[in-house]
């Protein structure tokens, strides 16, 4: 292994979002050697698209929000599935982290008194999400980006991780990877590795996710022996672009609904009326009038319907089109020309102003827009440990949408980047401490070879697959088959269909050599995403019931008994297996938030 980069560090971090920067910056903080690694270049992560806000309940536009409303609102939206201890230290740490970021540099919205403002957002029950316009996620990562610059924390961009190394009690020792740009391989040495690798949205054939979202950290953790939970939970955001098709699926973000934008179908009727659910009913306002007025005048939070948990949306928007009620090319119309003047979209709204300007031809101060759902966010992930987020494998941790657990069954609009703020810091000052106490094993030549071979495989197969075929051959099977309205039929299908994909990808072929090639790149990304995959299908088709973000037509309501358990997947040889597991139980003071919010 002549070309081998190796180095040692106490903690190293996979991904450079804002979970991974947070994680590293914590890490450094307490003292530990960091590394970070990122498949894209510093300052690039899909982070960057996170536009609406950052969820925090400060109280800065209401007195009346706290931690206990925000908790209240992210188990509901979770659909109660949630691990009830992340949520609450998600809502009662949430403000500090985002004070912080102040401290650090970050500029946010104000409001006239000059506090950070705060925007409305679906399933908030107070507007509560700090935001600089419509691009929070890249001030978010522009801020923790010169922190970590600044102390000086070693970055290995363009690098992606193939492996996680472990010694022989299971125990982490470090990781396997290469250099995306050179193809040189990579060995980093260290008792702690925290993932924060992100989605998998690149699994589906229409997402918002950037490519970088292949299921890294998810399939790394499975292969390593960690656990995940909650893979049967996709989310499928309401509001993507669907014209022209090579802009399909990119987001729309919620802050346009939050600012005054409504839902129409084809006949122009504001359809969310429609579909308001029962325990949603009291505090949604059920006329046109009613919501109107909510914009100025919100002391009775009777909430326009828009702004309903995204779950809810997203399936009334595919009614609507099912129903033939959808808009020319597939979607429905969100208007915020006819109720908000130009200037103040521009002002609120600049991204997507430009977004649509230049993308599809369209004035958004002058016109409507036409969106659909779109594959956003996975809720599962790697289980963690709440108050540490450490995997069952030790010396591993996770943070962000790479770990599960926090949302339940559907995450609520700006609650994914308080939770990589959050957790992050968790993972980075557990990894630190657990690599002060432990010494990193020496990476065995045995599984660096192996490792290396695995990477080297596709150049020297002859005749075999393109990993493009296989890899739209995937996205199409998830698109049509696990998307937004699942059966038993179809998900058994997919199932069947993976299985084939694994087989065909076992004999994947790339030509050329390692320097500048996006077939090889994608060759090793095909198995992280057919692995994910799997456990994505075999849960949807374990969990009997729909709930959030997974809708079971032929079980379309919910179940007393699955809102007690957890779908956890394991690795079992080349596939995933299944055990259910009993969600935690919630304290009772804890659930008296609920009784006296009935």
Known sequence: ?????????????????????????????????????????????????????????????????????????????????????????????????????????????????????????????????????????????????????????????????????????????????????????????????????????????????????????????????????????????????????????????????????????????????????????????????????????????????????????????????????GSPHGGVFLDIASRRDADYIRKRLPSMYHQFKELAEVDITAEAMEVGPTCHYVMGGVEVDPETAAAAVPGLYAAGEVAGGMHGSNRLGGNSLSDLLVFGRRAGTAAAAHAATTSAAALPEAALQEAEAAALAPFQRGGGENPYTIHAELQETMNELVGIIRTESEVSQALKQIEELKVRAKALTVQGERRYNPGWHLALDLPNMLRVSEAIARAALERQESRGGHTRDDFPGPSDEWAKINVICTQDGDGIALSRKPLPVMPPELAEIFEESA
């Open 1 to 325: 292994m002549t070309d081998l980069e190796r180095h040692d560090y106490d903690v190293v971090v996979i991904g450079a979002g804002g979970a991974g920067l947070r994680a590293a910056i914590e890490a450094h903080e307490q003292g530990a050697r960091t590394a970070v690694v990122c498949k894209s270049l510093l300052g690039k992560a899909h982070t960057v698209m996170a536009e609406g806000g950052i969820a925090a309940a400060m109280g800065n536009v209401y007195k009346e929000d706290g931690w206990k409303v925000h908790f209240r609102d992210t188990m509901r939206g979770g659909k109660m599935l949630n691990h009830w201890r992340m949520a609450q230290l998600h809502a009662q740490e949430a403000p500090d982290r985002v004070r912080e970021l102040e401290d650090w540099g970050a500029l946010f919205d104000r409001t006239p008194d000059g506090l950070i403002s705060q925007r409305d957002f679906g399933g908030h029950r107070f507007a509560r999400l700090a935001h600089v316009g419509d691009r929070t996620g890249l001030e978010l990562i522009r801020t923790l980006q010169q922190q970590t610059v600044a102390l000086g924390i070693d970055v290995y961009m363009e690098c992606t991780v193939t492996k996680l190394l472990t010694a022989a009690d299971g125990s982490i020792s470090g990781a396997f990877g290469y250099f995306r740009e050179s193809g040189r391989f990579l060995a980093l040495q260290a008792p702690s590795v925290v993932l924060a690798t992100g989605g998998i949205g690149k699994s589906y054939k229409v997402t918002s996710n950037s490519w970088e979202y292949t299921g890294d950290g998810h399939s790394l953790a499975l292969a390593a022996g960690a656990t995940l939970v909650n893979m049967e939970f996709v989310q499928f955001h309401p509001t993507g672009m669907v014209w022209p098709p090579s802009v399909r699926g990119i987001l729309v973000t919620e802050s346009v609904r939050g600012d005054g934008g409504v839902l129409k179908n084809s006949s122009g009727n504001r359809f969310m009326f429609d579909y308001i659910p029962d325990y949603f009913r009291k505090e949604t306002a059920e006329t046109e009038e009613e919501a109107d007025r909510w914009y100025t005048d919100k002391t009775n939070n009777r909430r326009p319907p828009e702004l309903l948990p995204r779950d809810e949306v997203a399936r009334a928007i595919n009614s609507e089109v099912k129903a033939g009620r």
